[in-house]
Nanobody, 119 residues
Framework: QVQLVESGGGLVQAGGSLRLSCAAS???????IGWFRQAEREFVARINW????VYADSVKGRFTISRDNAKNTVYLQMNTLKPEDTAVYYC?????????????????WGQGTQVTVSS
């Protein structure tokens, strides 16, 4: 069982930056971790246990996902933020080794953190 807690959201002006954190309890290092946003769980980025990263086209070049297994934490560095990035951001985890960007393939979810980008 993994429990996830997101933090780092807030209000920022367009062009600004935020770093989201996803702190996990339980066995974490072998899990794939994904970031999603909005109620529709739009895929944002994911990272597997070996550090392979995949990004949605809408955030590629602006967002960076990373993980620190020693701290049981995954980060989402968000730069050059746009108003359309405004959303509730969720991190999610799953034990499967099969790559997936589908929210249905992730078993564990955090409560979400609000990101608001003003124009």
């Amino acid at each position: 069982q993994v429990q996830l807690v997101e933090s780092g959201g807030g209000l920022v002006q367009a062009g600004g930056s935020l770093r989201l954190s996803c702190a996990a309890s339980g066995l974490f290092s072998r899990y794939r971790i994904g970031w999603f946003r909005q109620a529709e769980r739009e895929f944002v980025a994911r990272i597997n246990w070996s550090g392979n990263r995949v990004y949605a086209d809408s955030v590629k070049g602006r967002f960076t996902i990373s993980r620190d297994n020693a701290k049981n934490t995954v980060y989402l560095q968000m730069n050059t933020l746009k108003p359309e990035d405004t959303a509730v951001y969720y991190c999610a985890a799953d034990q499967s080794a099969t790559p997936s960007s589908a929210p249905a393939d992730y078993d564990y979810w955090g409560q979400g953190t609000q990101v608001t980008v003003s124009s």
